[in-house]
């Protein structure tokens, strides 16, 4: 039972990337599925989330306008495409999921506690 971020590398100021967090061992159709990010020296902090009943997104301040957080259920896969890329977006992104009864609220999915199952993190790196 896992989750697999992928999709990150090295990209220039303005540009774009896709991660993708594909799920094996168990089906995400249930599961409220967010990325997170950790910068060097920071604390991981939440990027995006989508809810499994209605499909409802959620974005921080600082990307809200620049990324996009979908999912196919049908490939059991989450994406977040990432446009207008900054510097200060490079971090580590870690896709994490929780079943969706277990947040008191929709928007309670930025939150990094509410989260059971973890994915190793993609690099990615906004540099000229």
């Known amino acids: 039972v896992q989750l697999q971020a992928s999709g990150g590398g090295l990209v220039q100021p303005g540009g774009s990337l896709r991660l993708s967090c594909a799920a094996s061992g168990f089906t995400l159709n249930t599961y409220t599925i967010g990325w997170f990010r950790q910068a060097p020296g920071k604390e991981r902090e939440g990027v995006s989330c989508i809810s499994s009943s209605d499909g409802s997104t959620y974005y921080s301040d600082s990307v809200k306008g620049r990324f996009t957080i979908s999912r196919d259920n049908t490939k059991n896969t989450v994406y977040l495409q990432m446009s207008s890329l900054k510097p200060e977006d490079t971090a580590v992104y870690y896709c994490?999921?929780?079943?969706?009864?277990?947040?008191?609220?929709?928007?309670?999915?930025?939150?990094?506690?509410?989260?059971?199952?973890w994915g190793k993190g993609t690099q990615v790196t906004v540099s000229s």
């Open positions: 994490a999921g929780t079943p969706t009864w277990l947040l008191p609220y929709r928007s309670a999915c930025l939150a990094l506690n509410y989260y059971n199952k």
